[in-house]
């Protein structure tokens, strides 16, 4: 009767070393990396401008109209982008639109215009954008 249990315990042990050793030997995949962070929710500047202006001389704007005068009429080459676009060159993309909203406003280019699309013609032109829910009005 020993040797029944010493041969039970021998197979008990056997079947448990293999047991063992085959499931520590299959690898185990890592873990999948964490998701990424969404960037930080921009905090709005704790006094907003009430109202954009033009820090340049709006008359000075007037030399707009020939190159506007070129990207409307299709001019075969690439119009020269300054000195229009080297007024507004500083300016961030409000107060250039401001500007040259009320350049366009006053018709101190000379010229009837589709205000939206001339203004949006310039800004994008000069390297600008129209900032979203803009109005020239």
């Known amino acids: 009767m020993a040797s029944k249990s010493l041969a039970a315990t021998a197979l008990l042990l056997s079947l448990n070393l293999l047991f063992f050793t085959l499931v520590s030997s299959k690898s185990t995949p890592c873990p999948p990396p964490p998701p990424p962070k969404c960037p930080p929710t921009p ?8 109202h954009a202006t033009c820090p340049k001389d709006t008359l000075k704007l007037g030399v707009c109209a020939d190159l ?19 007024l507004i060159e500083g300016l961030v993309d409000l107060e250039a639109a401001v ?3 009320t350049a366009i406003k006053a018709n101190v280019l000379g010229i009837n215009l589709d205000i939206p699309l001339s203004l949006s013609l310039l800004l994008n032109y000069c390297g600008k954008k129209v900032p979203s829910g803009f109005q020239c009005a």
Not at 43 to 50: C, F, I, L, V
Not at 68 to 86: E, F, I, Q
């Open 68 to 86: 506007l005068g070129d990207l409307l009429h299709l001019v075969v080459g690439t119009p020269p982008k300054t000195p229009c676009c080297s």
């Open 99 to 101: 500007c040259l909203c």
């Open 43 to 50: 905090k709005p500047h704790p006094h907003p401008p009430k």
